[in-house]
């Protein structure tokens, strides 16, 4: 019981037992209005029941419900741009990329005042009607002079040959040229060779045959047409009957290059 409960009940009591002030008996009310002695105050009574824990709140409120939870609030503005970071490691190398097109052709070149242009050094040598039946030896020679020694030589042969077979059954002869007496070896012998295995095929055909030559000093140089026989490691023993420029126009034209 509270303390406002403990008191109530000692004056509802006070009450009943003295009653009201001026309820005393007219015998026993003093004409005077006089009291008597106060009496002795009476033993302090029990203490009250403890009240309920408070809140511990920041307010007056009675309650600390927490409320819901609010709306998010509006985005903020953009944030200034951060420093330029440190570069980063190189990276792995790509693959190669396709060919480009092919460019457009260039203009033709030309000399300007004070300048000289090189001539092309380039001859051609020419017969009518060779009629050669030589086998083994020389059919022509003509004279080049070349003008550098850095240069290349390219010499070509263009006319017709002919081979039957002696033997009835196969023949093989060999055209050649020769530079200053020797065969061509850089970067090989320039040279054709015609085999042949039918029985009297008297046929001639046109058979040009070119190639070019280093490590010809300059100067003159002597260029030879040469027939001979077949390598007769290969088993070619039988030569046959050669024939070169039949009645018609041959030619060996040497170029420096």
């Known amino acids: 019981m509270g303390v406002i409960t403990v008191l109530s009940t000692i004056v509802a009591l006070g009450v009943i037992v003295f009653g009201e002030p001026g309820d005393l008996p007219e015998r026993q009310q003093c004409n005077n209005c006089c009291y008597g002695i106060p009496g002795v105050p009476g033993i302090p009574g029990a203490a009250g029941i403890p009240g309920q824990p408070g809140y511990n709140t920041d307010s007056c409120s009675t ?4 409320g819901a939870v609010g ?3 509006a985005k903020g ?4 741009i951060g420093p330029k970071g440190p570069p980063g490691p190189t990276g792995l190398l790509g ?4 060919p480009g097109e092919r460019g457009a052709p260039g203009y033709p070149g030309s000399c300007s005042s004070g300048c000289s242009c090189p001539k092309r050094n380039i001859k051609e040598f020419a017969w009518v009607n060779i009629n050669s039946e030589l086998e083994s030896g020389i059919i022509k020679t003509v004279a080049f002079t070349k003008q550098e020694s850095e240069t290349l030589l390219r010499v070509a042969w263009v ?3 002919r081979l039957i077979p002696k033997s009835g059954t196969y023949g093989c002869r060999r055209w050649y040229f020769t530079l200053n007496g020797s065969e061509c070896k850089t970067p090989a012998p320039i040279d054709a ?4 295995n039918t029985n ?3 046929s001639h055909r046109p058979a040009p045959f070119e190639g070019t030559c280093s490590g010809i000093s300059k100067g003159a140089v002597n260029i030879a047409l040469n027939i001979g026989g077949c390598d007769a490691a290969h088993g070619h023993k039988a030569q046959g009957d050669a024939y070169t420029g039949w009645l018609s126009t041959s030619r060996i034209i040497v170029e420096e290059i």
């Not at 503005?77 to 200034?80: K, N, R």
């Not at 060779?193 to 042949?196: A, G, T």
């Open 63 to 66: 309650s600390d419900i927490k």
């Open 71 to 73: 709306q998010p609030g």
């Open 77 to 80: 503005d953009q944030g200034p």
């Open 95 to 98: 693959e190669y990329g396709l």
């Open 159 to 161: 006319g017709n040959l």
């Open 193 to 196: 060779q015609i085999y042949e």
């Open 200 to 202: 009297r095929d008297d």
